[in-house]
């Protein structure tokens, strides 16, 4: 009989991405890393695994094969790739229920500054006063749920980009240019590193309406924009300071998120053309913005 089992393990940092290679051999549908302790990853390298010196590594199997072969195909895996990790006697049987409706269900609308956003088959009356912008969770970061995104959005609420181009870099899920597109942007420009995040970008822009150019590294040289918004991570922030500043147009806007409290004046400092405006924080997160002046 099919049934959803979990196996969960504790790995050394070290062990962990060799880890994930070898269940996803052994034909697990789904694995997930948690931190087995307190020790706080702020910023993961780009395109790297959240590792903490001592992870909790679950995975799940939705197969026919008994627990004990799932258990033995995997030791035999560990054992041919060196890797000294104690496996559980059994796994954990999970309840069998339509997991893809149950996490469908899971995402409910959100107000968002000026902005309701909701999944496109959500059919909740819509508030009057608000902009609507459909957003499906899936391919790439993005929902309206974490405060560096929110800060965005309330920026776009009260600096409506009617008739600007706009460049979201690192686009993720798209909800910021989106949203730009949902307030009458002239033109939405999706940058990001992952193709995926395009592929997302271009569903969900599609889910509203709109048309959004996505380019990948390599295609973005030349143009510049009237407002960059980029809510990655402080250090690429500061990193690509260069390249966010020349995708500005003179007398342009650019808005800065994804950086702590604490990291707002190394980022600043890293845009020297800009006069910037007050600190906006919320949740222990600053967002940055300020208008090109050289």
Known sequence: MTQLRQLTVLAAGTQVELLEELLFLADAQAVTLVDNSDTPILEPPVGGHPVWPQTQVNALFYDERPP?????????????AN?????????????????????????KPIKVASFWIKPSWNDD???????????????????????????????LSAHPPSERTIMDFGCGSGILGIAAGCLGASQVTGYDIDPQALIATKQNAGLNHLAVETLLPNQIAGSTYDVVIANILANPLI???????????????????????????????????????????????TRLSGTKVE
């Not at 500043?245 to 400092?269: F, H, M, N, P, Y």
Request: with cysteine; glycine share 6%; charged share 20%.
């Open 68 to 80: 004990s072969q799932i258990l033995k195909d995997l030791a035999i895996y560990l054992r041919r």
């Open 83 to 107: 890797i000294l990790i104690e496996l559980p006697n059994e796994l954990a049987s999970l309840p069998n229920q339509d997991w893809v409706k149950a996490s469908l269900d899971s995402f």
């Open 125 to 155: 009356p819509i508030p009057e006063d608000l902009t609507l912008l459909n957003l499906d969770p899936g391919l790439a970061f993005g929902t309206g749920m974490h405060p560096t995104t929110q800060l965005c959005l309330d920026w």
């Open 239 to 285: 990193e690509l300071a260069s390249t966010l500043s020349e995708l500005t147009r003179r007398s342009g806007k650019i808005v800065l998120a994804g950086l702590l409290d604490e990291q707002a004046d190394q980022v600043r400092a890293a845009y020297p053309a800009f006069a910037f405006d007050s600190d906006v924080s919320k949740e222990g997160w």
